[in-house]
């Protein structure tokens, strides 16, 4: 396939990408709290003569010879990030550029992936000739998997047949990605003086129905993703030393691979234990996307590498096939003093890039 020419040199693309994550860093971004990031991502876009369209803290473009008759491929990532932790040394605010490195509050997560996503977006933008429609969606709430980001503008968007979803994965293609089902559990006993005997003490047999969940399997084992991975993350009993309390309270973290929707998994976790669940969403189910795909071909042609991602995303629900992709490493996110490479910024547009070109 010939090269397809744009009308920005890698220089500018690298320039460019670099200038708005440095004015994204100074923008606290808190989820929910978004509105002034996503004017200055519409400003981004106005200064490059590109029409955006927003609903809520969500920004989102259609290339210039958008066809309604050709699916379309979706570039879509966040621009909310968490609260930084109390270990950092820097502030989170000041993009400070050292080392070949940019620090600053979601540089790595998912900053790089956004700005680098921009400039893919311009280096199409006035292609003629694709075979698909090339979408942008720089979208809210992810770090809370929130109601008003993506899953509230997909249906705004035309007919999405791939999602690449922007976050650190080193330029590799995570084709698998873990489901999240949050799970709170109560066990109940009988309340009484810690003195006296009690052989229904809520918290030994929460203790017991717990051992029994935590060293359990589940039968079915994904390719990519691994076994159903079981995490107890909170316990809660008791306010004082001599009162045996009538109930236990706990959090299980559960990680659910493709073998299994949250529902299915949540349903064989109840009949493993004696203690009364609650999930609190089955919206966050695991994904993947076929070896065979076209995105996933091109990019193994040019060395890229596949696997299967433990943590979640805004691929849980995007209702369409999907593929999570972006530069930077997933070990820095919500870490201290975050910060992303130059050059990881630089390698991602040439790649996100490279791979379009063989597919649009």
């Known amino acids: 396939m010939q090269e397809l020419k744009s009308v ?16 994204l860093i100074e923008i606290p971004s808190f989820s929910k709290d978004e509105f002034n990031t996503s004017v ?8 490059h003569q590109i029409p955006t369209k927003r609903f ?17 491929v979706l570039l ?12 950092y040394t820097l502030d989170p605010f000041v993009p400070i550029e050292k080392d070949g490195k940019l620090y600053g509050l979601g540089s790595n997560d998912a ?13 199409f933008y006035e292609k003629e000739d694709l075979k698909y429609n090339l979408v942008i969606a720089l979208t809210a709430e992810e770090e809370i998997s929130g109601f008003d980001g993506i899953e509230a503008l997909f249906p705004q968007l035309p007919n999405i047949e791939l999602a690449i979803v922007g976050e650190p994965t080193q330029m590799n293609l995570a084709i698998a990605e873990k489901g999240l089902l949050v799970i709170d559990g109560e066990m109940k006993g009988t309340p009484s003086h810690a003195a006296h005997p009690n052989d229904d003490n809520s918290i030994v047999k929460c203790m017991q129905d717990l051992q029994n969940i935590l060293n359990f399997k589940f039968p079915k084992v994904s390719e990519y993703l691994g076994e159903v991975k079981i995490t107890l993350s909170g316990i809660r009993a008791g306010v004082q030393h001599n009162v045996v309390p009538e109930s236990c309270n706990f959090t299980l973290d559960v990680r659910v691979t493709d073998e299994y929707s949250n529902k299915e998994a949540f349903e064989i976790i109840q009949s493993q234990m004696k203690s009364t669940l609650t999930a609190r969403s089955f919206r966050l189910n695991s994904s993947k996307i076929e070896m065979d795909h076209p995105f996933v071909k091109a990019g193994l042609e040019i060395g890229r590498t596949t696997y299967g991602s433990p943590t979640s ?13 972006g530069p930077g490493d997933s ?12 050059d990881e910024i630089e390698e991602g547009i040439d790649i996100y890039i490279r791979i379009l070109e063989k597919v649009l």
């Not at 809520?56 to 379309?72: G, H, R, T």
């Not at 879509?76 to 270990?87: C, E, G, I, L, Y």
């Open 76 to 87: 879509n990532t966040h621009h909310d990030t968490v609260k930084p932790n109390k270990a």
């Open 313 to 325: 995303s805004d691929q849980a629900i995007i209702p369409c096939t999907s593929v999570k992709m």
């Open 331 to 342: 070990r820095r996110s919500h870490t201290a003093d975050e910060f992303i490479y130059i």
């Open 56 to 72: 809520k803290n969500n920004i989102w473009a259609v290339n210039k010879n958008f066809d309604v008759f050709k699916p379309s």
């Open 111 to 123: 900053g790089a992936s956004l700005v680098s996503m921009a400039q893919v977006f311009l280096h």
């Open 40 to 47: 200055e991502i519409e400003n981004f876009f106005k200064k």
């Open 8 to 23: 920005y040199n890698k220089e500018e693309l690298l320039n460019n990408a670099v200038g708005l994550l440095k004015n």
